[in-house]
């Protein structure tokens, strides 16, 4: 049984972990504290960046010969192989470090092993400590949940965020969608987009906006280290000047040709009337399907559309850990439905629209009894705004 000081240190091992949430990915957050036998805390350390020392050599350096006879406390297993640093394990034994406690046991095929390594090696070795803690956070989302979420699934975590009136509109009637929710709301979206590695938009949302997609500090200026910005672009629709090909961050458009397409099913809903779907801004059209009602037949017949499982496999290949998806509507319709969601957070402003698109589109649903539950994680206030972070039930 971990006693009280070993469950604080825990603690505190999570909030350190949190340090590295805008620069370890493809890497875990972890964090470490090695403790005393009397419970004091002799050395802390994180994990900073991907390739970097891992955390418990961080704290272990922090240490030098004080680690001796201590307890570490990690909130993942210690690893057991040499990637890109060494094992974690031998570092531990090497220190002469007597017990260890973690949260969560390290999912990956290639790390995993410390727990027995070091049993073996005769260590007391306990694991399973504040594990939901570790993997959610101490504050909601700032947890190892992305990069856990990731290697479980072999696929990118994916948030989906949108910025929507009361009545659910993320644009007006003539398509003018600037801006919805305030200033404080848009700031905390570029601290989200920090910590992501991967920017996804339909191609819609890339013909209505044109947008830049890069991540800014508070005072405007360019990060430098901008995620990845795809475009989920079956028929290759792009404009060539469109501003998401410049320089500013690496772009993929990824086209139908390239990452495959799927036969889309029937679609059962009404097509949306002129008054409630204009052509214009918040991404009517969507990426995955080409022309929206191409033919003169909406939804009619089968249409060939990007395969998003094959497209998250492939960010999953190129290290891609964790997906912001930011629209449109269409293009959150079809990750929904695909089952590709793992977070939403909504920033809801206090008007009204009465007209216009509205945040999620077509998600497959047709009866009240399908309907997509999610369980609240977190509702707050963001400048004039609401925040609601929101998680999936498991269907
Ligand atoms: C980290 N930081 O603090 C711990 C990790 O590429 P490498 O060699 O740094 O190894 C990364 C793997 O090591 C990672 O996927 C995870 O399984 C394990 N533990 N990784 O980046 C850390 N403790
Ligand atoms: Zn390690």
Same mark, same amino acid.
């Given at each position: 049984?971990?006693?009280? %000081? /070993?469950?604080? =240190?825990? *603690?505190? @091992?999570?909030?350190? $972990?949190?340090?590295?949430? +805008?620069?370890?990915?493809?890497? #875990?957050?972890?964090?470490?504290?090695?403790?005393?036998?009397?419970?004091?805390?002799?050395?802390?350390?994180?994990?900073?960046?991907?390739?970097?020392?891992? %955390? /418990?050599?961080? =704290?272990? *350096?922090? @240490?030098?010969?004080? $680690?001796?006879?201590?307890? +570490?406390?990690?909130?993942?297993? #210690?690893?057991?192989?040499?990637?890109?640093?060494?094992?974690?394990?031998?570092?531990?034994?090497?220190?002469?470090?007597?017990?260890?406690?973690?949260?969560?046991?390290d999912p990956t095929d290639a790390a995993s092993g410390g727990a027995a390594r070091l049993r073996a090696a005769g260590l007391e070795v306990?694991?399973?400590?504040?594990?939901?803690?570790?993997?959610?956070?101490?504050?909601?989302?700032?947890?190892?949940?992305?990069?856990?979420?990731?290697?479980?699934?072999?696929r990118p975590f994916v948030t989906w965020k949108f910025a929507a009136t009361l009545d659910g509109r993320v644009a007006a009637q003539d398509?003018?969608?600037?801006?919805?929710?305030?200033?404080?709301?848009?700031?905390?979206?570029?601290?989200?987009?920090?910590?992501?590695?991967?920017?996804?938009?339909?191609?819609?949302?890339?013909?209505?906006?044109?947008?830049?997609?890069?991540?800014?500090?508070?005072?405007?200026?360019?990060?430098?280290?901008?995620?990845?910005?795809?475009?989920?672009?079956?028929?290759?629709?792009?404009?060539?000047?469109?501003?998401?090909?410049?320089?500013?961050?690496?772009?993929?458009?990824?086209?139908?040709?390239?990452?495959?397409?799927?036969?889309?099913?029937?679609?059962?809903?009404?097509?949306?009337?002129?008054?409630?779907?204009?052509?214009?801004?918040?991404?009517?059209?969507?990426?995955?399907?080409?022309?929206?009602?191409?033919?003169?037949?909406?939804?009619?017949?089968?249409?060939?559309?990007?395969?998003?499982?094959?497209?998250?496999?492939?960010?999953?290949?190129?290290?891609?850990?964790?997906?912001?998806?930011?629209?449109?509507?269409?293009?959150?319709?079809a990750m929904v439905e695909a089952g590709l969601v793992d977070r939403v957070i909504a920033y809801l402003a206090p008007s009204l629209l009465?007209?216009?698109?509205?945040?999620?589109?077509?998600?497959?649903?047709?009866?009240?009894?399908?309907?997509?539950?999610?369980?609240?994680?977190?509702?707050?206030?963001?400048?004039?705004?609401?925040?609601?972070?929101?998680?999936?039930?498991?269907?």
């Amino acid at each position: 049984m971990a006693n009280e %000081a /070993e469950i604080q =240190a825990m *603690r505190q @091992a999570i909030r350190l $972990a949190a340090r590295g949430l +805008a620069t370890t990915l493809p890497n #875990p957050v972890v964090g470490c504290v090695l403790l005393d036998p009397d419970g004091t805390v002799v050395a802390e350390g994180w994990h900073e960046q991907a390739g970097g020392p891992h %955390a /418990e050599v961080m =704290a272990l *350096r922090a @240490a030098g010969s004080r $680690a001796r006879g201590t307890t +570490a406390v990690v909130t993942l297993e #210690p690893c057991n192989h040499t990637g890109r640093t060494g094992p974690c394990s031998e570092a531990l034994l090497a220190a002469g470090v007597q017990k260890v406690v973690v949260a969560v046991p390290d999912p990956t095929d290639a790390a995993s092993g410390g727990a027995a390594r070091l049993r073996a090696a005769g260590l007391e070795v306990e694991t399973g400590v504040l594990a939901e803690e570790a993997e959610r956070g101490l504050e909601p989302g700032e947890g190892n949940e992305v990069w856990l979420t990731a290697v479980r699934k072999q696929r990118p975590f994916v948030t989906w965020k949108f910025a929507a009136t009361l009545d659910g509109r993320v644009a007006a009637q003539d398509g003018t969608s600037q801006w919805i929710t305030s200033v404080e709301a848009r700031s905390d979206v570029h601290r989200l987009r920090a910590q992501v590695d991967t920017m996804l938009v339909g191609v819609g949302t890339v013909l209505a906006d044109d947008p830049l997609l890069t991540v800014r500090d508070a005072d405007g200026n360019p990060l430098a280290r901008q995620p990845l910005r795809v475009v989920a672009d079956t028929h290759n629709r792009t404009p060539a000047n469109a501003r998401i090909r410049g320089n500013d961050a690496p772009t993929w458009i990824a086209t139908g040709a390239e990452v495959g397409t799927i036969e889309s099913r029937l679609r059962t809903v009404a097509a949306p009337n002129a008054a409630g779907s204009p052509q214009g801004s918040g991404g009517q059209e969507l990426g995955t399907s080409g022309a929206p009602y191409a033919g003169g037949t909406p939804y009619g017949g089968g249409r060939r559309e990007l395969d998003l499982h094959a497209l998250m496999r492939q960010l999953y290949a190129r290290e891609c850990r964790h997906v912001l998806l930011e629209g449109g509507p269409r293009m959150a319709g079809a990750m929904v439905e695909a089952g590709l969601v793992d977070r939403v957070i909504a920033y809801l402003a206090p008007s009204l629209l009465g007209a216009g698109p509205n945040a999620l589109m077509d998600a497959g649903i047709t009866t009240i009894a399908d309907v997509w539950r999610l369980d609240l994680v977190d509702v707050r206030q963001v400048g004039g705004d609401v925040r609601v972070l929101a998680r999936p039930r498991a269907r």
